[in-house]
C-alpha cells in the first residue's frame, strides 16, 4: 500500500506539470491509436469516464464514438460501486464523487460486451494498474466479466513496476501517446 502511495504521489505532481495543451494533445494522439484498435471498431457501446483533473481526455473519444452511432456511457458512484448512465450529452455531467464529472440524470444501463476504456494512475508494462485506491474498477470488472478492456495513460505515467494483488484487474491493453502495449 506505501509503494502505491509514493507512485500516486509522483504521478499526480507530474499531472499538475501537465498543461493543458500538452493533456488534450497527448490525448489526441492516444485517442487516434484508440480508434484503429478493432475492439474500438467493432463494439457498439463504450463504457468511457468523464475526465477530471489532467487525466487523459475522454471528450473526443466520446464525440467520436457518438458520430459513429455508437453507445456511451459513463460511471456513477454509488457507495461501493459504479452505476453506468447512458450519456447523450455532455450536459448531463456535473460534479459528483470527489468532484468527478458524473451523470445527473439519465438511464442506468448494463452493457454487457460493453468495451470498458479504463483510467487509472499508473501502469506498468505488465499493465499492472494502480488506481485511486477505492477498488471501484476492480470490483466492477470482477462481477462483469465479458468487457473487453483498454487502458489509456500518458506515457510519464508508466512505472517500471507497479504492485499489485491478486483481485486487480489487468485491462487488455494499454495505449499511451507513443504506444500500445498488449
Known amino acids: 500500500m506505501e509503494a502505491k502511495k509514493v507512485i500516486r504521489k509522483e504521478i499526480f505532481k507530474k499531472r499538475s506539470e501537465a498543461t493543458e495543451e500538452q493533456v488534450l494533445a497527448d490525448s489526441h494522439l492516444i485517442m487516434e491509436k484508440l480508434f484503429l484498435l478493432p475492439e474500438f471498431q467493432e463494439a457498439s457501446c463504450i463504457y468511457a469516464y468523464a475526465d477530471y483533473n489532467h487525466e487523459v481526455s475522454t471528450k473526443e473519444l466520446i464525440t467520436h464514438a457518438w458520430e459513429m452511432g455508437k453507445k456511451v456511457a459513463v460511471p456513477k458512484v454509488h457507495g461501493k460501486d459504479m452505476i453506468f448512465y447512458q450519456l447523450d450529452s455532455f450536459d448531463q455531467?456535473?460534479?459528483?464523487?470527489?468532484?468527478?464529472?458524473?451523470?445527473?440524470r439519465g438511464e442506468a444501463v448494463e452493457w454487457e460486451d460493453a468495451l470498458m476504456i479504463v483510467p487509472g494512475v499508473a501502469f506498468d508494462r505488465a499493465r499492472h494498474?494502480?488506481?485511486?485506491?477505492?477498488?471501484?474498477?476492480?470490483?466492477y470488472l470482477s462481477r462483469h466479466t465479458k468487457h473487453p478492456t483498454v487502458a489509456v495513460a500518458f506515457d510519464f505515467q508508466l512505472v517500471p513496476e507497479a504492485p499489485y494483488e491478486e483481485t486487480d484487474i489487468l485491462p487488455d491493453k494499454l495505449v499511451t501517446e507513443k504506444e500500445i502495449i498488449e
Do not use: C, M, T, W
Not at 93 to 104: D, K, R
Not at 129 to 139: A, C, K, L, P, S
Open 93 to 104: 455531467l456535473e460534479p459528483g464523487y470527489f468532484q468527478i464529472p458524473e451523470p445527473a
Open 129 to 139: 494498474r494502480v488506481g485511486y485506491g477505492q477498488g471501484f474498477y476492480d470490483r
